[in-house]
C-alpha cells in the first residue's frame, strides 16, 4: 500500500457493519478500494442496513471469521482493520467481554503478524478512566490507567498484551475518543447525544442533558472531546498507510467541549432556538462517568497525519441536515 492509496490491497474490516467499521469501508471505496471482505455480527438490529450502499468483495459472520482464516478459505489480507468488539460501556458480562473483545483480538492479532499483514485494531479512550493519570497516548504509561467500566479494561487488557508481547512496535491501536456521526443508529443507548438529541429537538423543541454531580462542574459543562466519525475514518486509513506508525495513538479532535456546545450545535443545524433541561444522572452510572475528556493528537501529528479537524458545529450540521434529517447512510446518494 502506497500512502493513503489502498486501490491494490485486500482488507478485511471487523465489525464492518457497525458504526466506525462501516465508515471505513466507505473511506475506502472513496480511495478506491472495493476487495474488502466485511466481517460482523447482523443480528436482528438495522445495522445491516449501513452496507447497503457500500462495495466490497464478501461477508462473513463473527463466528466463522477465525475458522476461515486459519483454514486459508479466506485467503491473505494486505491490512485488517479490527473494529469489532461490544462496545457497550454498561455491559455487565465480564465473561463475555473478555471472550469478545480481548481473546478474539489477541487470536485476530496473531493471524496477521504471522502473515505479515498490517493490524490496526480499536482501543478506546475509555481505557483512561476519569483521566487522573493523563490521557497520554504513551504505552510506558499504560500501568497508571484504571478504566472505569467493564468494556474500557477489555480494551486496556488488550493493550498490556500487545506491550508485553512487543507487538505494539508493529500493530498500531487507536485510542477512539467520543466519535459521532451517520451509521449509528443501531447502537441503542450507545448512540452519541446528537443521535439522541435529534429526535428530541425536532419534535419537542427540547434537549434534555445530565445534571453534574461534581461542584466543579456546572450542569451541561461536562467536557468530551468529540470527533465527527469522517474524520475518525481519515485518521484511521491515514495510520494503516503508514508503515512507520505503531503503537498506540489518540483518535480526537484534540478539543474538550460541553455538552452545552453539542446541543446548541444541534439547535443551530435545525435552525431552532435553543431549550435545554437537566435531568438527574441514572445511578448506574453516576459513579463511572467521565466528566472531562480531551485527546493529546501529537502523536497522530508527528505521524504525519495534517488534515484540519471538522469544527464541532459544522460537524454537526452536515450530519444533522444530510444524514439524520434524511434518513441516509454513509454512500446513499454518493458516486464513491
Not at 202 to 225: A, V
Request: glycine share 8%; charged share 25%.
Amino acid at each position: 500500500m502506497k500512502r493513503n492509496d489502498f486501490s491494490g490491497a485486500r482488507v478485511l474490516v471487523t465489525g464492518g457493519a457497525g458504526f466506525i467499521g462501516s465508515a471505513l469501508v466507505w473511506a475506502l471505496n472513496r480511495r478506491g478500494c472495493d476487495d474488502v471482505v466485511v466481517c460482523d455480527l447482523l443480528g436482528t438490529n438495522e445495522k445491516w442496513r449501513n452496507l447497503a450502499a457500500l462495495r466490497f468483495a464478501d461477508y462473513i459472520e463473527a463466528d466463522a471469521l477465525l475458522p476461515g482464516l486459519e483454514s486459508g478459505a479466506l485467503g491473505k489480507f494486505d491490512l485488517v482493520l479490527h473494529m469489532g468488539a461490544c462496545s457497550t460501556t454498561t455491559e455487565k458480562d465480564a465473561s463475555f467481554l473478555i471472550r469478545n473483545n480481548y481473546e478474539f483480538t489477541k487470536s485476530l492479532c496473531a493471524w496477521a503478524l504471522a502473515r505479515d499483514a498490517r493490524f490496526v485494531y480499536a482501543s478506546s479512550a475509555a481505557t483512561y478512566g476519569d483521566g487522573s493519570a493523563g490521557m497520554e497516548d504513551d504505552e510506558s504509561r499504560l500501568d497508571s490507567l484504571r478504566p472505569l467500566n467493564m468494556y474500557g479494561y477489555s480494551k486496556h487488557l488488550f493493550d498490556l498484551h500487545a506491550r508485553r508481547l512487543g507487538f505494539l512496535s508493529r500493530v498500531a491501536g487507536l485510542k477512539y475518543f467520543n466519535v459521532f456521526g451517520p451509521n449509528e443508529d443501531h447502537k441503542a443507548d450507545m448512540r452519541s447525544l446528537v443521535h439522541k438529541s435529534f429526535g428530541q429537538a425536532r419534535s419537542e423543541g427540547i434537549i434534555r442533558l445530565f445534571k453534574s454531580h461534581r461542584p466543579e462542574f456546572r450542569d451541561g459543562e461536562q467536557k468530551r472531546d468529540f470527533l465527527y466519525v469522517k474524520d475518525a475514518a481519515a485518521m484511521t486509513l491515514h495510520l494503516a498507510a503508514t508503515p512507520s506508525a505503531t503503537g498506540l495513538f489518540n483518535i480526537g479532535s484534540g478539543s474538550a467541549h460541553a455538552w452545552l456546545d453539542l446541543a446548541h450545535a444541534v439547535f443551530a443545524a435545525l435552525g431552532k432556538k435553543p431549550k435545554i433541561e437537566f435531568i438527574e444522572m441514572p445511578d448506574a452510572i453516576r459513579e463511572k462517568y467521565q466528566y472531562f475528556t480531551q485527546a493529546d493528537i501529537s502523536r497522530l501529528r508527528t505521524a504525519g497525519y495534517s488534515q484540519a479537524i471538522t469544527p464541532l458545529r459544522d460537524a454537526v450540521a452536515d450530519y444533522v441536515q444530510h444524514y439524520l434529517a434524511p434518513d441516509k447512510r454513509l454512500g446513499d446518494g454518493e458516486t464513491v
